[in-house]
């Protein structure tokens, strides 16, 4: 069984792809650890298929896929069909150090750590920080410390969540494929789910060995993901309009991991408290970037599709049991299926305590909105 194995899940092809995979394939045969590169092709490109499987070796396994599965189907099959004790998600457009398989080795030497990384930089760089290493910041004792702590370097001071491309053991990546099956949508943050699983379940240590660079989009290449982010909205039978809502479909993600029952009450000082915790992180976000800027052009858009009891009742009491009722609302007033399926989840995967036990759709009655200008914790009702 290979101690480590990459994970590659492929659809585009260059130039730069075709270089980068062969590159690939020729570091870890030279290699002395034991590596094992699964790579996981979308594109029924018989060309590419030809190149890949020139490739093809004891320490590099073809998945051909016949149809387009879809970035993360192709990472989960590519799961199920590896066995080493620890995993590394790779890009097909970024570049690794082959230095940083020795974050493998101290995973090995280390059980009481989730993940390793080494250092990052992305290119374009997204911050002024050209270089960027965790180093100890990610190995303090408490479990939600760390993971609230993460969101902050993530989302606030990074930019880039450098902690999806770390060296992950092979329990924690299946407890991220355990919970990403048993949700019923995916809101592109299944690699932010993985950071924290990962961050709740061990420290997280930052080596100084090891190097990946890591391609941001530019600008020039935003509008097509964000077309792409919407159509994904409806594919899974929602609306293209909730990207309006990004930070507040971060938040309930965020939420729902923490009270999701798979993970175990150890974790947690108090459940309900530390998901509030996070939730509210995230939805301040929403809030101070988005909403409080324009709350008048927010207000019509609620009253326009219809979502502005669940909007208010989350604005006027921010929680993350508030936060998923309101959601589940918002799926069932787009699409009753939808938000069936989503209050289901809930409340099969999430009573976890007195409290959540009711994480169905509300349908309440129309509140006054925040005053322009309240800060949230006037909307909190707080001092």
Known sequence: MPTLDLILPTYRWGSYVRGYIGYLASVIHDDSEDICLHIGDNSCNLEKHQFLKSLKSPKVRLHLHPTNLGVHPNVTYLLHHSEGEFILLLGDDDWIHPTAFAQAGFLRRNPECSACAGFFAGIPPATAEGLACFDDRFMAPDPVARAIDYVQYALWEAGVNWLALAVHRRSTVALYDEYTRKHPFQFYFRDQVLSQIALLTGPVKGLRDGFMFYNNRRPDEMPAHLQNFCKSLEEMGLAAWLLRYYDYLLACEYAALYLYRGLPDSLFSNRIADA????????????????????AEHEEHFIKVGIQDAMHNVLERPSATVGLQSMASICNTINPDAGAKYAA???????????????????????????????????????
């Open 276 to 295: 509030d915790r996070v939730f509210i992180k995230l939805f301040k976000r929403y809030y101070n970037k988005s909403y409080r800027q324009n709350i």
């Open 345 to 383: 989840f809930l409340q099969r995967e999430l009573p976890v305590e007195r409290g959540v036990q009711n994480l169905v759709p509300m349908h309440n009655s129309r509140r006054g909105r925040p005053e322009p200008g309240a800060t949230l914790a006037q909307v909190h009702g707080e001092p």
